[in-house]
């Protein structure tokens, strides 16, 4: 069973950065294809990043290109989000998910995804 940790939330103000981190385990990481999502209070779970197998294929929402960065690291089955020139419309609990790799797609739609994160809160203030 695929098991999904992140970390790295946390209170910060706004222009600042933050690096999340995701911990897979319980899989062979590189047989995943990996993503994360947010859900701000009151609201849906978006779809924020999703990044292939092999880190070769990356996406992400048009409200954090250019500010947010996805990677992952198949030696330390890691997934990361680094955020930068954070807003406070980015305070969200930030969700890691991941979907087995079909290799020749990348997925990022929410129902594509069946491993789940507990999430970890990132809160941005102005």
């Given at each position: ?91 969200a609990v930030y969700y890691c998910a991941a979907a087995r790799s079909s290799w020749n797609y990348t ?20």
């Amino acid at each position: 069973q695929v098991q999904l940790v992140e970390s790295g939330g946390g209170l910060v103000q706004a222009g600042a950065s933050l690096r999340l981190s995701c911990a897979v385990s319980g899989a062979t990481f590189s047989n995943y294809d990996m993503a994360w999502f947010r859900q701000a209070p009151g609201k849906e779970r978006d779809f924020v990043a999703t990044i292939n197998w092999r880190g070769a294929m990356k996406y992400s929402t048009d409200s954090v290109k250019g500010r947010f960065t996805i990677s992952r690291d198949n030696a330390k089955n890691t997934v990361y989000l680094q955020m930068n020139s954070l807003q406070p419309e980015d305070t969200a609990v930030y969700y890691c998910a991941a979907a087995r790799s079909s290799w020749n797609y990348t997925p990022w739609h929410e129902a594509e995804f069946d491993s789940w994160g507990h999430g970890t809160q990132v809160t941005v203030t102005s």
